[in-house]
């Protein structure tokens, strides 16, 4: 099982809200809805997180949504890749005109291309990690660095320890807001 977590920003659009909670296959994760309230993106990660107690922990933004077959995907792979610690799949970016941009799928591991993707920038994906790699870094808060980022930091920089799949699993919705975000490319 995956304890999966979605957090729900004041304002939130209900809509894409349920969208999301609706796009994680019940029969493989459980979900966790968390309310924001006053606390930041980072201390809602460390909530989310701690919630449950399967063996993989991953997440669902609030306006984003799972492609079908994701989660399974990423189970797949850790179970049968005991060495990683962490598994991700590439997103569509769907923008607000309807248009949808394809990802790169010539980058399919993180190790592979340490020029063109960071792994905080990769994190508009599905990302499926084992929790006992990821409970040393809900320990301590970092300012704003939320705690998959940081462990994705460290397991890029110690190499083979993360993958990303070539599968895409994941719809990111570009806002009009988030313009600088939308800069963010894995080519």
Not at 49 to 65: H, I, P, Q, R, T
Request: hydrophobic share 40%; charged share 25%; net charge negative.
């Amino acid at each position: 099982m995956i304890d999966v977590h979605v957090i729900e920003r004041p304002n939130a659009n209900q809509e894409w809200v349920s969208k999301a909670i609706r796009s994680i296959p019940s029969h493989l994760c459980k979900v966790h809805h968390i309310l924001e309230g006053s606390r930041s993106i980072a201390e809602n990660r460390q909530i989310g997180f701690k919630l449950g107690d399967a063996e993989y922990v991953s997440f669902v933004d609030d306006d984003d949504y799972a492609l079908p077959g994701a989660f399974e995907e990423c189970f797949k792979f850790l179970e049968n890749n005991p060495s990683y610690d962490a598994v991700g799949t590439l997103e569509n970016k769907l923008l607000e005109s309807g248009e949808v941009l394809e990802p790169d799928m010539s980058i399919v591991d993180m190790v592979e291309a340490p020029g063109s993707m960071t792994p905080w920038m990769a994190f508009h994906h599905i990302w499926v990690i084992r929790r006992d790699s990821l409970t040393p870094h809900l320990s301590v808060m970092d300012g704003y660095l939320r705690p998959e980022r940081k462990l994705l930091k460290e397991l890029y920089s110690v190499g083979k320890k993360a993958k990303l799949l070539s599968y895409v699993g994941y719809t990111w919705r570009i806002h009009k807001d988030s313009y600088i975000q939308s800069l963010i490319s894995v080519q």
